[in-house]
């Protein structure tokens, strides 16, 4: 190994060491339900969004310029956060002192020009930490309300006997429940973290292009969450239960983003045109 690499292999081997524990209790816990089952997606991305900006690295370790006191701010202030989630058995602080920690290493042996070409990866990371329960509680049960009317009304506009009560739908003889799964703060979560990730690969030049598809990513994963809702009343009301809650409901999931996609590139198509027209304007 070259002896530039050396420090950034320790870096890894110690990131890895303390993390291992981590993502073999999440994976075994929260990173098994349907809400926050993406985690190990984002880390498979985070780790290729490193590997793409490989060469760039290369580059910062022949002029590492290691930081001062802010550098180890970031380490250390990442290092308690670590010990205070182990000791008292905190998801949020454990998996998210990844964050600062990577931080603080990386400025620490290589310098904030490293952190600089890692800033995206580090970032993408946040969505990778647990939600808290009592926040996600406290969003969901409004966000599953908000679903199930909209999904309602353009289901009952349609001519289909529908009525709503709380969260549950009722087509027909049938009673949906829609769950935090369905409809919920962590679907829009991931959708969000889907739109983040698009962006930074289209690479759009204008800031105020990102921001404002950012924002209008909210509601858009709203629309997708009614769309999903919607397909899987439908299916209920001409095929029956065993249909909605059986292939149909597993495969809910990958319809969900399948439709923020569609409607991701919608957006950006719409955002494209606008700016090349003030442009020419």
């Known amino acids: 190994m070259p002896p530039a690499l050396l420090p950034a292999a320790l870096v890894a081997l110690g990131l ?97 020009r490293m952190v600089r070409i890692a800033a995206f990866p580090i970032f993408f990371l946040l969505f990778a930490v647990p939600l808290p329960g009592p ?11 908000g679903v199930s009317w909209v999904a309602e009304q353009i289901i009952y506009a349609a001519g289909y006997p529908i009525s709503r009560t709380g969260v549950i739908l009722m087509v027909g003889p049938y009673q949906l429940l829609v769950a935090d799964a369905c409809a919920g703060l962590n679907s829009m979560f991931t ?32 629309g997708a969450n009614v769309i999903r809702v919607m397909v899987l009343v439908l299916v209920t009301y ?3 239960d065993e249909a909605g809650q059986g292939i149909v409901h597993g495969a809910a999931g990958m319809l969900l983003f399948t439709v923020g996609l569609g409607l991701m590139l919608l957006l950006d198509s719409a955002l494209g045109l606008l700016f090349r027209r003030e442009a020419k304007a």
């Open 238 to 240: 001409h095929f029956g």
């Open 16 to 112: 890895i060491v303390m993390f291992t524990p981590v993502f073999v209790m999440l994976a075994h816990t929260v990173w098994n339900t349907d809400e926050q089952g993406h985690g190990p997606i984002i880390l498979a991305l985070v780790v290729w969004l490193l590997w793409q900006r490989r060469e760039r690295f290369a580059a910062a370790v022949a002029q590492a310029t290691p930081a001062g006191f802010f550098g180890w701010l970031w380490l250390v202030f990442g290092l308690c956060l670590y010990v205070l989630g182990r000791v008292q058995y905190i998801v949020m602080f454990e998996m998210g002192s990844i964050i600062p920690l990577l931080t603080g290493a990386l400025a620490v042996t290589f310098g904030w």
């Open 135 to 145: 926040l996600v509680d406290m969003l969901t049960q409004p966000l599953k309300q």
């Open 191 to 222: 959708l969000e973290a889907l739109g983040l990730l698009y962006m930074n690969l289209v690479g759009h030049t204008s800031k105020l292009r990102n921001v404002l598809l950012a924002i209008l990513i909210v509601p858009m994963s709203f």
